[in-house]
C-alpha cells in the first residue's frame, strides 16, 4: 500500500535553530515528490516537486532533498513567520490522475 | 492572476440535510480535484476531473457525496443525508495540463463544513 510517514509531528524551534523535517514514502513507482506549507485556516500553498534521487531544491531558508525512500526538508535559520504546517504528498507512477497521496504533516513552531 | 477559490468558506449544516460545495479552478486549468482534510487524519483524496473525460470517484467515501463539473471549469461537491463524521475541511485543487506530467496542484482556501 503507498504510503506517506512524516516525522516529527510537532517542532519547537528557537528563531536561527536550524532543522530538517522528515518524509518517508513507499510507493509503487515514484512520479513526484511535493512539499506544501499550510497556515492555520487556510489551504496548502505549494512549495517544491522532487522528481529524482539526489534531486535538490531552494527557497529562501528552505532546502528540500530527495533519496530513494525518503526526502527532507531543511529549514536555516528559521525565524517566526516559518511557523506553519508542512505537508509531504507524492503522485504514484502507474495512476492516470495524478492524485496527492499526503503524509500527516509536521507543525513547526519558530520562538523569537 | 486569480488562485483557486472555493465557496462558502464556512457551512454548518443539521445531521441529515443536503449540502453543495463550490469550486472555481484557476483559469485555463483542466484537472480539478477534491481533498478532505479531517481532524487527525491528513488530506484524503475524494475525486478527480480531467477536461471531458469521465471523473475518477475511487475516494469518494459512500454514495452520499457527489460532484460534478459543468463545462469544464467550475466543481460543485454535493453532500447528502450529512452525518457528523462528515465533518472536515473540503479543499479543491486544480492543476494545468496532464496529470501524468506531475503538474503542480494549487489549493483553494477550503470548506469548513460542521455537521452538527
Same mark, same amino acid.
Given at each position: 500500500?503507498? !504510503?506517506?510517514? !512524516?516525522?516529527?509531528? =510537532?517542532?519547537?524551534?528557537?528563531?536561527?535553530?536550524?532543522?530538517?523535517?522528515?518524509?518517508?514514502?513507499?510507493?509503487?513507482?515514484?512520479? %513526484?515528490?511535493?512539499?506544501?506549507?499550510?497556515?492555520?485556516?487556510?489551504?496548502?500553498?505549494?512549495?517544491?516537486?522532487?522528481?529524482? =534521487?539526489?534531486?535538490?531544491?531552494?527557497?529562501?531558508?528552505?532546502?528540500?532533498?530527495?533519496?530513494?525512500?525518503?526526502?527532507?526538508?531543511? +529549514?536555516? =535559520?528559521?525565524?517566526?513567520?516559518?511557523?506553519?504546517?508542512?505537508?509531504? =504528498?507524492?503522485?504514484? %507512477?502507474?495512476?492516470?490522475? %495524478?492524485?496527492? +497521496?499526503? %503524509?500527516?504533516?509536521?507543525?513547526?513552531?519558530?520562538?523569537? | 492572476?486569480?488562485?483557486?477559490?472555493?465557496?462558502?468558506?464556512?457551512?454548518?449544516?443539521?445531521?441529515?440535510?443536503?449540502?453543495? *460545495?463550490?469550486?472555481?479552478?484557476?483559469?485555463?486549468?483542466?484537472? *480539478?480535484?477534491?481533498?478532505? &482534510?479531517?481532524?487527525?487524519?491528513?488530506?484524503?483524496?475524494?475525486?478527480?476531473?480531467?477536461?471531458?473525460?469521465?471523473?475518477?470517484? @475511487?475516494?469518494?467515501? @459512500?454514495?452520499?457525496?457527489?460532484?460534478?463539473?459543468?463545462? /469544464?471549469?467550475?466543481?460543485?461537491?454535493?453532500?447528502?443525508? $450529512? &452525518?457528523?463524521?462528515? @465533518?472536515?475541511?473540503?479543499?479543491?485543487? @486544480?492543476?494545468?495540463?496532464?496529470? *501524468?506530467? $506531475?503538474?503542480?496542484?494549487?489549493?483553494?482556501? /477550503?470548506?469548513?463544513? $460542521?455537521? *452538527?
Amino acid at each position: 500500500e503507498d !504510503q506517506v510517514t !512524516q516525522s516529527p509531528e =510537532a517542532l519547537r524551534l528557537q528563531e536561527g535553530e536550524s532543522s530538517s523535517l522528515n518524509c518517508s514514502y513507499t510507493v509503487s513507482g515514484l512520479r %513526484g515528490l511535493f512539499w506544501y506549507r499550510q497556515d492555520p485556516g487556510k489551504g496548502p500553498e505549494f512549495l517544491f516537486t522532487l522528481y529524482s =534521487a539526489g534531486e535538490e531544491k531552494e527557497k529562501e531558508r528552505l532546502k528540500a532533498t530527495l533519496t530513494k525512500k525518503e526526502s527532507f526538508l531543511h +529549514i536555516t =535559520a528559521p525565524k517566526p513567520e516559518d511557523s506553519a504546517t508542512y505537508l509531504c =504528498a507524492v503522485t504514484q %507512477g502507474s495512476s492516470n490522475t %495524478g492524485k496527492l +497521496i499526503f %503524509g500527516q504533516g509536521t507543525t513547526l513552531q519558530v520562538k523569537p | 492572476g486569480a488562485g483557486v477559490s472555493q465557496s462558502p468558506s464556512n457551512k454548518v449544516t443539521e445531521k441529515g440535510k443536503d449540502v453543495e *460545495l463550490r469550486c472555481d479552478p484557476i483559469s485555463g486549468h483542466t484537472a *480539478l480535484y477534491w481533498y478532505r &482534510q479531517s481532524l487527525g487524519q491528513g488530506l484524503e483524496f475524494l475525486i478527480y476531473f480531467q477536461g471531458n473525460s469521465a471523473p475518477d470517484k @475511487s475516494g469518494l467515501p @459512500s454514495d452520499r457525496f457527489s460532484a460534478e463539473r459543468t463545462g /469544464g471549469s467550475v466543481s460543485t461537491l454535493t453532500i447528502q443525508r $450529512t &452525518q457528523q463524521e462528515d @465533518s472536515a475541511v473540503y479543499l479543491c485543487a @486544480s492543476s494545468s495540463i496532464q496529470p *501524468l506530467s $506531475t503538474d503542480t496542484q494549487y489549493f483553494g482556501p /477550503g470548506t469548513r463544513l $460542521t455537521v *452538527l
